[in-house]
């Protein structure tokens, strides 16, 4: 026991009594010193991104975290003046619409008054930003706050205005990556690196959807599918790690807040595993997917009608130009009033949460069977144990309520993404498709009450098997995407219906995609973003064409040896940002491009320098006039298909056409999106 | 009624009483025509490809089930001859050991014996074939024949050689997908390209994935980290579709054969949903997983290095340069041997078959507990009720036989992969996984035989869940994949473990990556196959190296104007497949390149038409010597990573870096493969 002690003190004391301690041997000492140096050298090799990536994923889920239990505490608020304000039906309508109508114009107004980029969901720019656009300060961490404080805002007013997270989750987390990249470089004094930045911008997308839904491999999956065309596997899992430890960490913090048990998904159901459905459901599986895509493309046409309609209507948009708060506000008192229960409200199942909808509508009992016979109360408060008790109505059935829900949020929905707050559109889209589902699944399980006989056993329906493949087919049909299946199974945490899953949602997507653009593209096109086409032709002829066939050859190039006041000419009659460069008139050999403002203040210092007689523009690029290298250049032979891969990998916006080293033309996305346009339209022949 | 009758006679007898039916109403008529039209139009503008890809899948799925029909009834006759033979040990052990030895060489001998590319798996020569290398006649459909009849034997062979199916699936996949390919540019008429051929291959290694575990999403995911470094939305979307009709087909034909009730997954499990796992044991999940990132370094590095002692061993190399069935028959017999049920095998589990390891070792109980009070008998036939009985020894306990069987397997493996025989490697690293991680999962459930307690709930711990992550994430660190995490949750139907898993694979993963190359990256390494490494170090300085540091600048240039002697004397003194083609020996102006062949050809054919005098090489190109033009080219100044991106993405072999449109070099995979190892490696400084 002394001994013990002395020990103790000796190996606290002083560090020369753990010396003697491994004094005997020195073999081992080295051994592990040495084994201690290589793990660290291997962790910090491996290391610098990799914690980067982390803080990333622990902060984003932090911030997802914060603002859930915010927005919590706003909603039971709500609840309680609702529920507390006695009987008058004034004082309920007054308590039910003017807390969002309050939210929605603050959060409009105080969003708008610090950054004109908070509004909407923010992924459309990102896709612009991603494929290589400059977009001035849409990155810039000074629209964190703003985003931050209007976004819990317009979730705080919860199901009335039913919007949702993801978009601008997406938006801060790209932020947040954006800042901790400009500090990491300035920290460590190295020059900043565009396609580096674009690396942590991709992985970060994923973050954001992943900190939402607690969902890694579909936040990976669907942020790939919404923000790019070409991806690198190495970005793909620097993705799963950053939005493992997302996820890990969003879900880590309601165990820990007592929340939950365990660490389990966000909208878990109880589908019965054994057979959760019959071989025949297949094909109405199919036949949900392809009626969700056929609604997804009326959707989105009429989304964009209108959102064409705001912006060029006098009367909205110029109430938008100048009281954005004044238009949320109406709109919000629009869509509240319908939400109220005891009016309009009580045939869209208004009372329950965003969530709690999820979770009605995942339900695994048929409720066309279960109130065939007997009809449930309308409990005068929510029941949190049936939810869906909210969906009946005795005279209009579930039916009624749920094809109701349907029509009036269509159009509610389309109202409230024209409101600019900072808001995201997936979740109401997802929640509509497993409205769809549900319908069908409901008709259905009347249709056939005793199941669908297959192999000797009777196996009743589930409408929320039907409901799952509904949400997942029209939010994948309404964004272009697959991955939503995916993201389906892991909120629910089964994933019994993978298959016809996957099958609805593959129908609904080639319909969607064959008829509309996706909602982000939707809005890159009415916003007027720029953004570069896919080659939707796969057919052979389409690989014949080549540059030559599209370029634009009417390109204005400098020669070295051209007289200054041809340059001056040159500059003051056209107005490109960069000018090609040649080695001389007749050669029109490609040199580099340099800069319209650079020889502009050449032009106007004007050294001494210069050779006397004719001052050429040679003269002036040893003046310090900066030549930027050409590091990439086509030949009139490369294939459109090639050009456009070109473009779309290394995020370019132009390059410059060689033949023999003569700069011939150039190749902008103006003309590559003519050359695809007349791809899919070809020219009338004369 | 009369008239009812009437009509039908009129609908189906003569046209003319149709036109007069729908007669008053012609513009309900056009209408309809027109939308009759239009979806013609849509369903076939769509259309050609995902017919295409539709049939690859069904087909694929065809062969998959008939192969597992075949083999499943030969296993079943070799389990009757075992069990029917009498209780004498040598003809037991005899029936036990003479069909496999006898498959195995005949696999081995039929299938080398038609086509010398048949062993192994495949997947390290597609991938060296996707990124840009023609292995000449790899995709040849006659190899069909030979690969399917191999990987039938071998699969017969059973659970003794122990080896999978994936592989050569995913080559076999890629052959149909090349051939009918072909057959359809034959058919219309049109020119091969290679580009659009590409993207048939990647979708077709996906529906091979797809094909044998019934798993859309992880077979599209899986071929694309193992096949591609980079890939495109488009071809992930095709992939899926295609996926998806092959996993439908394929579980349908199993429904079809009242295998089955319904469509679900192939390896069902059944663990508690409510609370899956304890928040503690996530640190156990992700030690598993480091665990078995350690274990996959070593078992990768004794691969390797067996695979090339077998290739330089002068004994071994000699018998499988003359005799191979011999080499596989030897091989068979050692393995066969050891797994002879009432001899080691009673510690291997041997009478498993491998789905019946994997089912076993996926089962919800622990083992360990049930066995603690309790010994159940070895029965003397594999009781299918109670598959784990087999991992079962009174002396051994389970611990004893799962240890046994991970130390035994490790070698049997590595020697099971030098048999050249058609074989997947993957299914057996998945079950080695399943067994790391059900005896950590065992060890832990005695050790903490009342669960881990969290938040007042006791919840025993499942050691299936563990056998789960273990299989994930083994599989995973040796293929260096992250979706094998996704395919652990489509094989068992239940995605309870998400978190935990995709941890456990990720760090798994983290190991494996920084200290090996990956399984097929290996063989790669072995066989001597042309690969382009990868970027790993993504230090901003790597951004700075450009092509001028690294390029070959001892190009040979053939000028326009150089005489007949120099051309010929360059050609017969150069053995390069193309030559640059510059305009004039003084101006070294690049034009194209010119094929050596050709060259030859055009010198040797020498037509009259030439100058007096002094021929020179304008006269050969004159005299209808082809030049191509070049498409693309590099300046010095482009970054290694542009450079990098560039050969990847457009599977480029090698690129002329010209400046100011002199050609001044050229990049091939040597050049860059130098720059990039220099890059993890610097040259140390003189």
Excluded at 281 to 309: D, N
Excluded at 557 to 571: F, G, I, M, N, Q
Aim: proline content about 6%; hydrophobic content about 45%.
């Amino acid at each position: 026991m002394e001994e013990l002690v002395g020990l103790r003190e000796g190996s606290s004391g002083s560090p020369v009594s753990l010396r003697e301690l491994w004094g005997p041997c020195p073999r081992v000492r080295r051994g592990i010193r040495g084994g201690l140096e290589w793990l660290k050298q291997k962790v910090f090799r491996v290391g610098e991104d990799w914690y980067f990536l982390m803080t990333l994923g622990v902060l984003m889920a932090l911030i997802s975290y914060t603002m859930n239990f915010a927005i919590g505490r706003v909603v039971r608020a709500h609840k309680w003046l609702y529920r507390e304000i006695g009987d008058s039906h004034l004082l309920r309508y007054l308590s039910w619409t003017v807390y969002p109508v309050a939210l929605v114009s603050f959060s409009s107004g105080f969003s708008q008054s610090i950054t004109p980029f908070s509004g909407g969901s923010g992924i459309p720019e990102l896709k612009t930003i991603l494929s290589g656009v400059v977009l001035e300060d849409y990155l810039d961490i000074k629209n964190f706050g703003a985003k931050v404080a209007g976004l819990t805002c317009t979730l705080a007013a919860g199901s009335t205005i039913f919007l949702g997270k993801v978009g601008p989750f997406v938006h801060l987390s790209v932020m947040i990556a954006a800042y901790l990249g400009r500090v990491h470089t300035k920290a460590i004094g190295e020059s900043e690196n565009k396609s580096k930045q674009n690396e942590m911008l991709v992985v970060a997308a994923a973050v954001g959807v992943a900190t939402v839904f607690a969902a890694p491999f579909s936040g990976v999956l669907f942020s790939i599918e919404v923000m790019s065309s070409h991806f690198s596997v190495w970005d793909y899992w620097r993705g799963f790690f950053a939005a493992t430890c997302g996820a890990f960490m969003f879900r880590l913090l309601s165990v820990f807040n007592s929340e939950q048990e365990t660490i389990t998904s966000l909208y878990k159901t109880s589908f019965r595993v054994d057979v959760p459905f019959d071989l025949p459901e297949i094909f109405f599986f199919v036949a949900l997917g392809a009626i969700c895509g056929i609604v997804s493309c009326a959707y989105l046409f009429c989304q964009r009608t209108f959102l064409g309609f705001v912006k060029t209507n006098r009367v909205i948009s110029k109430l938008l130009a100048t009281s954005k708060p004044l238009y949320s506000a109406l709109a919000a008192l629009v869509l509240a009033s319908i939400t109220y229960p005891p009016g309009v409200g009580r045939f869209l199942a208004s009372r329950l949460s965003m969530k709690q909808h999820l979770d009605s509508l995942f339900d695994n009992h048929s409720w066309a069977l279960m109130t065939q016979n007997s009809s449930p109360p309308w409990p005068k408060e929510l029941d949190p144990q049936n939810l869906w008790f909210e969906w009946y109505h005795p005279q209009f059935t579930i039916f009624g309520t749920l094809a109701f829900f349907l029509v009036m949020k269509f159009w509610m929905l389309i109202l409230a993404t024209t409101i600019p707050i900072p808001a995201g559109y997936f979740m109401p889209i997802f929640i509509f498709g497993a409205g769809i589902g549900r319908l069908i699944g409901e008709a259905l399980a009347l249709a056939f009450p005793e199941g669908i006989v297959a192999g000797g056993v009777t196996n009743p329906i589930m409408p929320g098997g039907y409901a799952l493949a509904g949400a997942a087919a029209f939010s994948g049909a309404v964004t272009h995407t697959i991955s939503t299946a995916l993201l389906a199974f892991e909120l629910t945490g089964q994933i019994v219906h993978a298959l016809p899953v996957l099958m609805a949602v593959l129908a609904a997507n080639a319909i969607a995609q064959s008829c509309q653009p996706s909602f982000y593209d939707g809005t890159i096109i009415v916003k007027k973003l720029p953004y570069l086409p896919w080659i939707r032709s796969r057919k052979i002829s389409s690989h014949r064409v080549i540059v030559e066939h599209f370029m634009n050859c009417a390109i204005t190039t400098l020669a070295k040896d051209a007289p200054l006041e041809e340059v001056a000419r040159v500059v003051t009659s056209t107005d490109l940002a960069k000018y090609f460069l040649v080695e001389s008139t007749e050669s029109q050999i490609l040199v580099g491009t340099v800069g319209r403002e650079d020889l502009v203040q050449a032009l106007r210092a004007e050294p001494p320098s210069w050779t006397p007689g004719h001052p050429c523009l040679r003269d002036l690029l040893a003046g310090g006039c900066l030549i930027e290298p050409v590091t990439l250049q086509l030949s009139p032979e490369t294939s459109l298909h090639q050009a456009h891969n070109l473009f779309q990998l290394l995020k370019l916006q132009s390059l410059p056409v060689t033949s023999l080293g003569r700069a011939v033309g150039s190749v902008s996305w103006v003309e590559l999106k003519k050359a695809i346009s007349s791809l899919t339209n070809p020219p009338a022949p004369k």
